[in-house]
């Protein structure tokens, strides 16, 4: 089954793609940054996200253009930008591993702003705009002090760049401005989670972070990092700095052994750390759920601890044997994540605020989950969360997943791991509908340009999905599953069928993928 509908043009329209200037900026005089006059709104904001559009290259991730030589360019930009005093003061915390990263950063911030620490907060992917990458004090930067920060930087890299040294790729250019906004906002610690990898990842610049932090590690990227746990964890180890104290937790033989090897060549005692005890959070829960946050929580407390007691701070420090200290409870209580574990409901045209309406709004379970391991937490979460009870206990309940992942991944391994899961838990899904992301239109844009036309996009991966699919339920073309051209034609039908069916509440999952969920939240919250 395969619909077609396109999703309407977006109101606007964005300007010429690779032209950075159409709308007249002018320089705060005696200050040297750059303002925004008369026309930053709306539309100076979307020049900007089409200005750094430019910089995502078609290549695949990995060609080689990642690694070594590649890497060197970052010390050229800091120097461009003369940046590279401002990098060495700041105070950071560095995060690498394959799953766990975000949330680990992210209870590490929410920790150290509860102990009155201004703080600066670098994660990746955005879901929704990508001003979520950068965080000061638990919020996204603001339109203009991200225009401000964003033109200072392109500007400089614009004139200076040439033929041997071009412009910097689209994640390395995040990278500088994440440099440039937390040195220039002052705040106390900078928690930077690697983008890819470790070693030739652009956060890697930093040569004396206060601590280092290595999460779960498992089989991803592998075109680029290896093809084995020891390769990976080679990578990923390359943040390690002599001096700075390191953390990880628990780790399967191979990769343990090859953190543990780099960290010895560099003098650094490697610390593993065990989960969180959740009696210890008296009564509170995370704020990032799942049974798989307790190790996450745990290596953000030890990482914080040592921030603390390295920067001069461990008078603030709880130094008995009484458990975990307010601020720490409260930092892991009230940390927050989009687009893990993340419920929403859609609102039905006609709907008002009474209960009875909302309670058959269909809710939407999102979690990013891309890897074998994350799919199995993905599921139980799922499974649990679905029973919780509700207003109207009258009502039915169908299960419905939207599912897509990269075509780097293996569905034969993602989602059999979900099925399975899912089932042990008595869940089973009435329908799959699998699409392709609106993000790989290549743009950054809060209101990017339509998809393409129905017949030039290309279903060949959702159309092996769903055999997959099909598969592993033992269902015929069709039954059990859709595949939709387009992602708002797929939450299209589901608003529709909902509409149709007022006595029964459509719980739907959405993963496989961290663009697929901020794509879904985009829609569903307009």
Request: hydrophobic share 40%; net charge negative; aromatic share 8%.
């Amino acid at each position: 089954m395969h619909h077609s509908s396109v999703f309407s043009s977006s109101p606007f329209s964005l300007r010429p793609f690779f032209s950075p200037f159409p709308f007249p900026r002018c320089l705060s005089v005696g200050t040297g940054s750059m303002a925004v006059c008369g026309l930053t709104t709306k539309l100076g904001y979307e020049e900007a996200l089409s200005t750094l559009s430019s910089l995502i290259t078609k290549k695949v991730r990995g060609d080689g253009s990642n690694r070594g030589d590649q890497f060197n360019l970052m010390f050229n930009y800091l120097e461009m930008l003369d940046l590279e005093e401002a990098v060495s003061q700041l105070k950071i915390i560095h995060v690498a591993g394959t799953k766990g990263k975000g949330s680990t950063c992210t209870f590490s911030e929410s920790i150290l702003r509860c102990y009155g620490m201004r703080t600066g907060l670098f994660t990746s992917p955005h879901l929704m705009d990508v001003r979520e990458r950068f965080r000061i004090n638990g919020v996204e930067i603001s339109e203009e002090k991200f225009l401000k920060y964003f033109w200072w930087c392109w500007d400089r890299l614009k004139e200076k760049t040439k033929d041997e040294i071009p412009m910097p790729t689209y994640f390395r250019f995040l990278a500088l401005l994440a440099f440039k906004i937390f040195s220039a906002e002052q705040v106390d610690v900078a928690v930077l989670e690697v983008g890819l990898g470790g070693k030739f990842d652009a956060t890697n610049v930093v040569k004396e972070p206060i601590v280092c932090g290595i999460t779960s590690l498992g089989y991803d990227h592998m075109e680029i990092l290896g093809n084995t746990l020891g390769e990976i964890a080679g990578e990923k180890a390359g943040i390690l700095k002599k001096g700075a104290e390191a953390y990880t937790v628990p780790q399967p033989a191979e990769a343990m052994s090859a953190l543990e090897h780099h960290a010895s060549q560099l003098g650094v005692c490697l610390k593993v750390i065990e989960p969180l005890d959740p009696a210890l959070l008296k009564g509170e829960n995370l704020g990032i759920q799942g049974d798989h946050q307790y190790i996450n929580a745990s290596l953000a407390i030890a990482l914080t601890r040592t921030w603390l007691q390295n920067t001069g701070h461990n008078h603030l420090l709880n130094n008995s044997n009484e458990g975990l200290a307010e601020e720490v409870i409260r930092g892991l209580r009230d940390a927050r994540l989009q687009g893990r574990a993340q419920i929403e409901r859609m609102h039905l045209e006609g709907d008002d605020d009474d209960d009875d309406d909302d309670d058959i709004s269909p809710i939407f379970y999102l979690d990013g989950a891309h890897s074998p391991e994350s799919m199995e937490m993905c599921a139980k979460w799922f499974s649990r969360a679905i029973k919780q009870p509700h207003n109207n206990s009258t009502t039915t309940s169908k299960q419905i997943l939207i599912f897509n992942c990269m075509s780097v991944r293996d569905p034969d391994l993602l989602l059999p791991r979900l099925i399975s899961t899912c089932a042990q838990h008595g869940v089973k899904f009435d329908k799959a509908l699998f699409v392709p992301n609106m993000s790989q239109y290549n743009k950054v844009g809060t209101n990017s340009a339509a998809p393409p036309q129905p017949h030039q996009i290309d279903l060949s991966w959702q159309l092996t999905l769903q055999r997959v699919w099909e598969k592993l339920v033992h269902a015929n073309k069709g039954e059990s599953s859709s595949v939709f051209g387009s992602l708002p034609d797929a939450v299209n039908w589901l608003r529709e069928t909902s509409g149709q069916n007022r006595s029964t509440r459509f719980q739907v999952l959405v993963t496989g993928s961290l663009h697929l969920v901020g794509d879904v939240l985009r829609l569903i919250k307009k």
